[in-house]
């Protein structure tokens, strides 16, 4: 697989202790995965899945309940699961008044998420939810159209290096790094030939991205 176009996205799980307390590092250890994975965009919604599936174990089946949160991907979907071992204990999604103290936990899982649902194993029950990442593929690159058209022009760049080099057909990401190295070298040298600043033009490339990038952060 070219990884110039792929983001390796591995499940992954922690086993926790139903507590309000763990509530916080949990929403801070998908944060961090979901950034790693370049899903910047869903990670507060995540969030505030994990924190109401959690919720709901500590409410209807008890503080201190051993507990897993998994996170994988379902095809082009983040899914989110919290394990407990209490099979009678099912989440209902139920309307809740204005003046009600509890009972919104699964509703805001029901308007955040595009699905959700239950699983009944014989020591446990899965509650599951999935979110749509925007990704044309599980191990895509989000970011949209720039991305994609540096990853294209990378996998290019490092096809002829891999025939130079070493004959192999899979890029790395260690290759793909060489690469773009490369194509911001050769672009320079274009530049340069065609009598423009190529210091200057570097300048503003990278006045574009940290705009870019801050507009991105200020969104999230």
């Given at each position: 697989?070219?990884?110039?176009?792929?983001?390796?996205?591995?499940?992954?799980?922690?086993?926790?202790?139903?507590?309000?307390?763990?509530?916080?590092?949990?929403?801070?250890?998908?944060?961090?995965?979901?950034?790693?994975?370049?899903?910047?965009?869903?990670?507060?919604?995540?969030?505030?899945?994990?924190?109401?599936?959690?919720?709901?174990?500590?409410?209807?089946?008890?503080?201190?309940?051993?507990?897993?949160?998994?996170?994988?991907?379902?095809?082009?979907?983040?899914?989110i699961e919290v394990h407990d071992p209490d099979t009678r204990a099912l989440p209902t999604l139920i309307?809740?008044?204005?003046?009600?103290?509890?009972?919104?936990?699964?509703?805001?899982?029901?308007?955040?998420?595009?699905?959700?649902?239950?699983?009944?194993?014989?020591?446990?029950?899965?509650?599951?939810?999935?979110?749509?990442?925007?990704?044309?593929?599980?191990?895509?690159?989000?970011?949209?159209?720039?991305?994609?058209?540096?990853?294209?022009?990378?996998?290019?760049?490092?096809?002829?290096?891999?025939?130079?080099?070493?004959?192999?057909?899979?890029?790395?990401?260690?290759?793909?790094?060489?690469?773009?190295?490369?194509?911001?070298?050769?672009?320079?040298?274009?530049?340069?030939?065609?009598?423009?600043?190529?210091?200057?033009?570097?300048?503003?490339?990278?006045?574009?991205?940290?705009?870019?990038?801050?507009?991105?952060?200020?969104?999230?």
């Amino acid at each position: 697989m070219d990884c110039t176009s792929c983001v390796p996205r591995k499940s992954w799980d922690v086993p926790f202790a139903a507590e309000p307390r763990e509530v916080s590092g949990l929403r801070r250890i998908m944060r961090l995965h979901l950034g790693l994975w370049g899903l910047h965009e869903i990670s507060e919604a995540a969030q505030l899945c994990v924190t109401e599936l959690v919720a709901n174990v500590i409410t209807h089946v008890g503080a201190g309940t051993p507990t897993t949160l998994a996170v994988s991907m379902n095809g082009i979907r983040l899914r989110i699961e919290v394990h407990d071992p209490d099979t009678r204990a099912l989440p209902t999604l139920i309307q809740a008044d204005a003046d009600s103290e509890g009972g919104r936990g699964m509703a805001l899982v029901d308007a955040t998420a595009d699905r959700w649902g239950v699983q009944l194993h014989a020591d446990r029950k899965v509650t599951w939810c999935e979110l749509s990442t925007g990704l044309n593929s599980p191990n895509g690159h989000s970011g949209g159209a720039r991305v994609a058209r540096a990853g294209a022009m990378l996998g290019l760049y490092g096809a002829a290096r891999l025939s130079r080099t070493s004959g192999q057909s899979t890029l790395s990401v260690a290759v793909a790094e060489e690469a773009a190295i490369d194509v911001i070298a050769d672009l320079l040298h274009w530049l340069r030939v065609h009598g423009l600043d190529a210091d200057e033009a570097l300048d503003r490339a990278q006045m574009h991205f940290e705009a870019e990038v801050g507009l991105a952060g200020d969104v999230e």
